[in-house]
Structures are given as structure tokens and as C-alpha cells.
């Protein structure tokens, strides 16, 4: 019986430092934006904004396009979490009421960091998100959170 209370303690343990590490493992999120694009940094609040679908342009710029990770990414949850406040399945049923009165577009879903970083140096209108481990001089970073 000893025994077993030391090894459920020991399991319990090991949750709580795997979670510790886990947690401690959350990667900084860079917000990218074309290196032609004239903004020099966003607030949390700015990129909240257009990634909810309440602002619809940059700053000094045309419309924004959004570009966003797919679902299934950490980074993803990470990002909405800090920037808007909100899971991932909150800000999907958001977009869903706003796309079904009519009143905007949902960030265009890709498949990779690689591929939004593609995608936002490649648009002088885009802006996106990556690890900021993921970032190179093809795109420039206007806020980082962590």
C-alpha cells in the first residue's frame, strides 16, 4: 500500500514538471509584415483587431490581408490567446458570424510557418504570424509575444 502512494505521488510528480517544462516551452510569437509595409510596430490591441475582423486595414496602409496557421498549431492558440484574448474555437466562431452577415473574410488558413512567411513577403498587404525562432529578412517583425 506504501508503495502505491509513492508511485501515484511520484506520477503526480512528474505531470507536474512535465506541464512546468511545457509551459516554459511556449515559443515567442513574431507578427510579420511585408519589409515594404511603413508600419514600424503594431500594439496587441492593433493586431487583435484585424485578426477579430474589427479593423480592416493597417495603419497608414490598404486593407489587410491576414494570413493565419492552420488549427491544429500551438502557435496558433498561442497567438489568439495573447493577442485577442480568446481560443482558437472562439475566434472560429466569430469569423463564422461575420462571414454569414456579410461583413468580412477570415484570415486566408496555410499550412506552415513557411508558407505565411512566404506569403507575407510576397504581399506588400499581408500580415501574419510565426515563431520568431522562424523569422529572416524576408519579412519584418512589428510586435513579438510571448
Known sequence: MAFMKFSALRRVGMCI????LSTMAAAQVAVI???MNGSASLTADQVGALFLGKSTALPGAAAAVMSDLPESSPVREQFYSKVAGKS???VKAAWSRIVF???GTPP???GSAAEVKKFVAGNPSAIGYIERSAVDGTVKVVLTVD
Open 17 to 20: 514538471a512535465l506541464y512546468g
Open 33 to 35: 509584415v511585408n519589409p
Open 88 to 90: 482558437s474555437a472562439q
Open 101 to 103: 452577415s456579410g461583413k
Open 108 to 110: 486566408k488558413e496555410l
